[in-house]
């Protein structure tokens, strides 16, 4: 029996370019949030720049604005993603995402089963996202409201 994690992507469109003044609240945050989601039980993987720095440095491929931002990781079950999520300390920057990101036209989100074995690229997260955005929900990609069952 294959054993999977839970791999997922999320976009964000800064409100300015990371290194402006009117982020240095959200940039001071992104490593002490980082080193919480990396000590969450559950945790895997998660995504980072050339340097190791955090993913909000990363190119989203196919972008046409230098502002989306992505954050991508894995978690063994979906449980341990809502517990970071909703639970932990990163609950109250969630509930700031507005100071600093923008409304985005269309789907930001996407989470997908993996093999335990492997990790995803930032290429195939965004061609899950907009195939999620495109078809539905499928194994493909979901969304957190309806998420679905790992693979048998």
């Known amino acids: 029996m294959t054993r999977h994690h839970l791999a997922q992507l999320n976009l ?4 300015a370019p990371l ?12 490593d002490p949030i980082n080193a919480l989601a ?10 980072k720049d050339e340097s190791g720095g955090p993913s909000s440095l990363v190119e989203v ?16 079950s ?6 970071f999520m909703y639970k932990s300390g990163h609950a109250s920057y ?10 985005a036209d269309g789907l930001i989100n996407v989470l997908w089963w993996i093999p335990a074995d492997e990790l995803p690229t930032l290429e195939d997260a965004v061609r899950r996202l907009r195939h ?17 069952d790992p693979p048998a």
């Open 19 to 30: 290194d402006s003044d009117e982020m240095a609240e959200f940039r001071r945050a992104l």
């Open 12 to 15: 964000g469109l800064f409100r």
């Open 78 to 83: 979906l449980d341990s993603l809502r517990h």
């Open 94 to 103: 969630l509930r700031r995402r507005n100071e600093w990101f923008e409304r």
């Open 38 to 47: 990396e000590s969450t039980p559950g945790f895997v993987w998660r995504l």
């Open 132 to 148: 999620l955005e495109a078809h539905g929900p499928s194994q493909e990609g979901f969304g957190l409201a309806a998420p679905l």
């Open 61 to 76: 491929p196919g972008a046409d604005d230098p502002l989306w931002a992505p954050n991508m990781s894995v978690w063994e």
